[in-house]
């Protein structure tokens, strides 16, 4: 069984241009959800997606960070226009959708650099 | 807004000693997650505690949730090289399921030969 795929690894960009994260979930994970690192910090939490639906976005930073899940399988987290505060390890994760212990598994994280 | 407070962040020792991670806070969650991340990977689930007192057992490693469900400790015992790795706690919510993680900072762990 495949994991938890991220693309891109790892982005360098220029502060004010855009750049999109794209995250594969384990197939038939319905839950999928977005964290961050940023440097120096705690990994926190941005959003929680139930299928294609936004379950709660309540950890997304502003309004310049956009993320979708169309179809219910990949995801893709936008942020237009970047600022240098958004540089971090963005991380993917996703899970089963019934909870009953089920395992959250994360992917290897995209990092994002923003000079 | 709740907060985990993992102590230490930086952690040395020798190979054969034992240690003890904490993670403390001042709200209750439903369950406390520990993972653990090797460089240039994501958090690995190690454990999930889930009642207040609930002790686990991985190998060498115990986990436990507080009676309060506060807090949570990793002790690690004969520690091995092996071990060496980034250690994360994280505390779901009040409502189980919801699988919004609060995570800890980290505990970096060096076991040396």
């Known amino acids: 069984e495949a994991g938890v795929t991220q693309f891109p690894s790892h982005s360098v960009i220029e502060k004010g241009q855009t750049v999109t994260l794209r995250c594969d979930p384990i197939s038939g994970h319905d839950n999928l959800y977005w964290y961050r690192r940023v440097m120096g910090k705690e990994i926190k939490f941005l959003l929680h997606f139930v299928k294609e639906s936004k379950q709660d976005e309540s950890g997304m930073p502003n309004n310049r960070f956009l993320a979708e899940r169309t179809g219910g399988t990949y995801s893709t987290l936008k942020v237009q226009p970047a600022e240098l505060e958004d540089s971090g390890v963005y991380f993917c994760?996703?899970?089963?959708?019934?909870?009953?212990?089920?395992?959250?598994?994360f992917g290897e994280g995209s990092w994002l650099t923003v000079v | 807004t709740q907060l985990l407070e993992q102590s230490p962040q930086f952690l040395s020792i020798q190979e054969g000693e034992n240690l003890t991670v904490y993670c403390n806070s001042s709200s209750v969650f439903s369950s406390l997650q520990w993972y653990r991340q090797e460089p240039g990977e994501g958090p690995v689930l190690l454990v999930t505690?889930?009642?207040?007192?609930e002790v686990k057992k991985l190998k060498r490693l115990t986990f436990q949730f507080g009676d309060a469900r506060k807090d949570s400790s990793l002790h690690i015992t004969a520690a091995q090289p092996g071990d060496t790795g980034l250690y994360l706690c994280?505390?779901?919510?009040?409502?189980?399921?919801?699988?919004?993680?609060?995570f800890g900072q980290g505990t970096r762990l060096t076991i040396n030969p």
């Open positions: 505690v889930v009642t207040g007192g």
């Open positions: 994760a996703s899970s089963r959708l019934h909870y009953s212990g089920n395992t959250i598994y």
């Open positions: 994280a505390g779901e919510g009040e409502i189980q399921g919801a699988q919004k993680l609060v």
